[in-house]
C-alpha cells in the first residue's frame, strides 16, 4: 500500500471523528459513507480512482472555497440588508453568482483578455496547445481560448437580449390579459397557444430559413418562440394579484390600468418572474447555441460556442476533449444559472419560514 | 404515582422559543398547566398569547421554525419532550386529537370526509375499515349532522362551514382519544352556525369524558365550554380560576380590561328631521351572479352622520349590497341615489367625483394593502389622484391622515404593510379611505378579524372620525355586538333580502320578527349556563333545524 492510500484513508476516518466529535451528524455521515465507498472503490479501481476521488473532492473544496470567500466579499462590498440576505444564501447560489461575475466581466473585456482575435487565423490547423495558444487552435488554426472568450460576449449577449425581449412581451401580454380578463385575454392566450404548439426548434430552423440568419432575426425569433411560456406564468401570478382587495381599492378609485399594472401588481410579481428569467435564459441560451450547432444561429466567423462544438467534432474521434470545452462552457453557465435561480425561488416562496 | 392517576395533562415550566433572524426569541415564558381526565380547559388570550404554541406543545408538537426550550408536557406518565418522533406520532391521532379552526383547509379536498375518518383508526389498527366507517356515522349521528349515513360519501366542499366543522370533531374523536385540543373551532361561523358546533363540541366531550383544552379568544364562548379557564398575555400566565370564579370575580386588571371590552356602547342618533336628504338611497335593487339570484328588492337610506349597521349570516347578502353601492356588481333591477342623484350602476361608468365620494374598508387589512407599496404611497395615492397634491403638500396631507388615526407619521411613513400589526394596519386602510375626503364609508367586517381590544381601538375610532367629518357609515358585520356598540339603524338580511329594519334601541327590544329572534338569542352571554338554557328553550334536536328557520 502506498503513502498515498494510507494518508487518504487516514484523513477521512479523521475528519468523520472530528465531525462525530463536534456532534455534525449529517457531516459524519457524508464522510463515514465517502471512506466506505472510497475502500469498496480502491479495491475494485485500484489507486488511480483514488486518485480520481481526491481529485474530485478537491475541486469541489475549492468551489466551495471561492464561494465562501466570494460570499465575504460581496456581504463587505454591498452591505446592509443584502448582506443579511447574502449571509443565509447557500453556497451554491454564490458560487452560481461567481460563475456569472467571471463570464460577465470575460464577455465585456474580452477584447482586452483575449490574446488573438476572434477570426484571426495564428497558427495552422489543429495545432496543439503551447504557451501562446492556451487550449491549441481550431480547425482553421484560430486560437481557441481567444474565441472562447469572444463567444461569452456572443452567445450570452445574444441570448440575454432574446430573454430580455421574450420577457418584454411575454409579460406585458401576461399582465394585460390578467387586468383586462375577457376577449382580451383569450384573445392574447390563444395567439400563445398556437405560438407553443408548434415545436420550438422545427420553427425557429423554419423562420430563420425564410427571414435568413441575421443576429437581428435570430433575437426576435427566440423571442417569439419564448415569450408564450412568460406570457402563461406572468398571467398565473398576476391572476392571483388582481383578485385582492387592494386592487379592487384601486379599481374603485377610477385607477386606470397603467397604473394598475405599474404600481400594484409589478411589485408583488417580481420574485417569480426574476426566478423565471433566470430559467427562460438557460433555455433560450441552449437554443441558441442548438440552432448554431445546426448551422442557422449564429454565423462565422463570428465566435459562438455551439456552433465551436461543431467545427471541431471531428477532433473528438482522435480521442481529443478540446470540443467539449465551450461545451463545458455552456454547461457551466447553465448550472450556475439555475442555481441562482433555485436561491430565488426558495426566496420568493416563503420556503425559508 | 396513585395521586396522579387522574390527572391526564400536567406541563410544568414550558418555555418555547421561536425563530426570527437567526435568533432564538422566547414567547411562551414558563406556563404550568394541569389537566384532569374528562375535564375541560379554557385558553384564552389576545392573538400572539401564545395559545395555540401551548396547544400544540402539549401534543408535543412545535411549529416550524419554534422549539420547545425548557420545562415538561407529561401526557399520562409520558414525558412528551423527550419522546422520540416515532413514539409521538403513535400518539398523536389515536390518544390525542386536534381540532383546527379552519375545518376547510384542513380537509384534503380531494378525498371524500368518510376516508379521511377513518384514515387514523384504520393505520392504529384500531377498528377494521367496515367498523370505522360504520363508527363514523354514529359520530355524525350524536353530532346532529343532517343524513348521517351519507355525509360522510361527500366531498369537503360539498358540506357547509359548520357541518365540516362537525365532521372534523368527528374525527377527532374517531380513535377515542383521551385528550382533544380545539383551536378556535368556532371562529370563523356565524353566530347561528357557532352555537350548532358549541353544543355539538360539548355533547360528545361530555359523553367519552375526554379531556379537553380549548382556545379562543372569545370570552362568552369559553364560559360555555370550560370547567376552568386559564388567561394568557404575551406567553405567560395571567391567571387561572374555575369558570365562575373567574367570570364573577376576575382578579387581575388584564383580566378585567378583557371582561370589559363588550361594554362600549355609543348613544342613538336619531335621523335628521329638518328634511335632509339621506347620503345614500338604495331602492329596490336586485342583484344576480349569473343566474343565481343574490339580492331581492333590497332597500334602506343611509343618512348623513349616522351608522347603518347592516347584520345577517354568511351567504344573506351584506356584502353583495355593498358591491352594489360601490358599482362592482351593478344591480339587475332598481337605484342607488347619492344625495338624491342616481349613480351610475357600474363603477367605469361614474364619474371620479362620485367615486370619491363612496370610499370602503375591508375586511382583512392584509389583502387589502398592497404588501410592496410603502405607507406614505398608500396613503397619500388617493390624495394624489383626486386633489392633484404634490410634493410638501401630500406629505403634510399623508402626516395628517396619519396623525388623525392616531399613528405618529415620522414612524410610519415610509414602512411597509408587513411591518406592522393587524390593528396598525386596519387604521391604515381607514387613512387610505379618509384620503380620498369620501363622505361615505363602507365598513366590510372591519373588526372581525381582531382582537377584541383591538377591535375596540378601531370602532371607538371610527366613532371619533364621524363625529369630526360627518362621515356616513354602512357597517356590515355578524357581530351583533359591534352592532350595540356604533350603530344608529340596523338592517337584518337573510337570504338576499331585508327582513326587518329600523333604530337600533327598537331592533334590540322584542317584538322581532323570527330570524332577528334567532340571531340575537345566538349571541353568546358571559352566563356559563347560557347554552344549556339555550338548547332546552329551543329544544335539544332542534338545534340544526332552528339554525335553518
Known sequence: MSHFVLGYFAVLIAASCLAAYFGRRPVFMLLFVLTLASALAGLFGGVPALRFLTGAAAVLALAAGISYAFREFLAIVFGGEAERELKNAPLTAIFGLFVIAVYAIAAVFAPIIAPFGQAEVVSSAFAPADAHMLLGADQLGRDMFSRIIFGARNSVGIALMATLLAFFFGAL???????????????????????????????????????????????????????????????????????????????????????????????NATAPLVAEFGLEFCFVFLLISGLSFLGLGIQPPTADWGSMVRENATLISFGELTPLIPAAAIALLTVAVNFVVDWMLWRSSGLKE | MAKNKDVLLRIRDLRIEAQTDDEWQEIVHGVNLTLHRGEVLGLIGESGAGKSTIGLAAMGFARDGCRISGGSVEFDGMELTTSSPSALRALRGSRIAYVAQSAAASFNPAHKIIDQHVEAPV???????????????????????????????????????????????????????????????????????????????????????????????????????????????????????????????????????????????????????????????????????????????????????????????????????????????????????????????????????????????????????????????????????????????????????????????????????????????????????????????????????????VAEGILKLLDRLQKELGLAYMFITHDLATVRAIADEVVVMQRGRVVEQGPKDEMFQPPHHPYTDLLLSSVPEMDPNWLTALLEERGVDNVGEAAKV
Open chain 2, 123 to 453: 393505520m392504529y389498527r384500531i377498528r377494521k375499515r367496515a367498523e370505522a366507517q360504520e363508527d363514523a356515522m354514529q359520530l355524525y349521528e350524536r353530532l346532529r349532522l343532517p343524513n348521517p349515513q351519507e355525509i360522510g360519501f361527500r366531498y369537503p366542499h360539498q358540506v357547509s362551514g359548520g357541518q365540516l366543522q362537525r365532521a372534523m370533531t368527528a374525527m377527532a374523536m374517531a380513535c377515542r382519544p383521551d385528550l382533544i385540543i380545539f383551536d378556535e373551532p368556532t371562529t370563523a361561523l356565524d353566530v347561528t352556525t357557532q352555537i350548532e358546533v358549541l353544543a355539538a363540541i360539548r355533547d360528545i366531550v361530555d359523553q367519552f369524558d375526554t379531556a379537553a383544552i380549548y382556545i379562543t379568544h372569545d370570552l362568552a364562548v369559553v364560559a360555555q365550554m370550560a370547567d376552568r379557564i386559564k388567561v394568557l398575555l404575551k406567553g405567560e400566565e395571567i391567571e387561572e380560576a374555575s369558570t365562575e370564579k373567574m367570570l364573577e370575580d376576575p382578579q387581575e386588571d388584564y383580566t378585567r380590561s378583557l371582561w370589559a371590552v363588550r361594554s362600549f356602547e355609543r348613544q342613538q342618533k336619531p335621523r335628521p328631521d329638518d328634511g335632509t336628504k339621506p347620503v345614500v338611497s338604495v331602492q329596490d335593487i336586485d342583484a344576480a351572479y349569473g343566474d343565481t339570484k343574490v339580492l331581492e328588492d333590497v332597500s334602506f337610506d343611509i343618512y348623513p352622520g349616522m351608522t347603518v349597521a347592516v347584520v345577517g349570516e354568511s351567504g344573506s347578502g351584506k356584502s353583495t349590497t355593498a358591491r352594489c353601492i360601490t358599482g362592482l356588481l351593478p344591480p339587475a333591477k332598481g337605484r342607488i341615489l347619492f344625495d338624491g342623484t342616481e349613480m351610475p350602476p357600474a363603477f367605469r361608468q361614474r364619474s371620479k367625483d362620485q367615486l370619491r365620494q363612496v370610499q370602503m374598508i375591508y375586511q382583512m387589512a392584509d389583502t387589502a394593502l398592497n404588501p410592496r407599496l410603502r405607507i406614505g404611497e398608500i396613503i397619500g395615492r388617493p390624495a394624489r389622484f383626486y386633489g392633484g397634491l404634490r410634493g410638501v403638500k401630500l406629505k403634510n396631507r399623508v402626516d395628517e391622515l396619519l396623525g388623525l388615526i392616531e399613528l405618529e407619521p415620522s414612524k410610519f411613513y415610509s414602512r411597509f404593510p408587513p411591518e406592522l400589526s393587524g390593528g396598525q394596519k386596519q387604521r391604515i386602510g381607514i387613512a387610505r379611505a379618509l384620503a380620498a375626503e369620501p363622505r361615505f364609508i363602507i365598513c366590510d367586517e372591519v373588526t372581525s378579524a381582531l382582537d377584541q381590544l
Open chain 1, 173 to 267: 401580454g401576461g399582465l394585460i390579459a390578467a387586468v383586462r380578463g375577457g376577449v382580451i385575454d383569450t384573445l392574447i392566450g390563444r395567439i400563445a397557444d398556437v405560438i407553443m404548439s408548434v415545436p420550438s426548434l422545427i420553427f425557429s430552423l423554419l423562420m430563420l430559413s425564410i427571414f435568413g440568419t441575421s443576429i437581428v432575426v435570430i433575437v426576435i425569433v427566440v423571442a417569439v418562440i419564448y415569450s408564450p411560456r412568460v406570457f402563461r406564468l406572468t398571467r398565473a401570478v398576476a391572476g392571483n394579484i388582481v383578485v385582492m382587495d387592494y386592487i379592487e381599492a384601486a379599481r374603485l378609485r377610477g385607477e386606470g390600468d397603467w397604473y394598475l399594472i405599474r404600481r400594484e401588481i409589478l411589485p
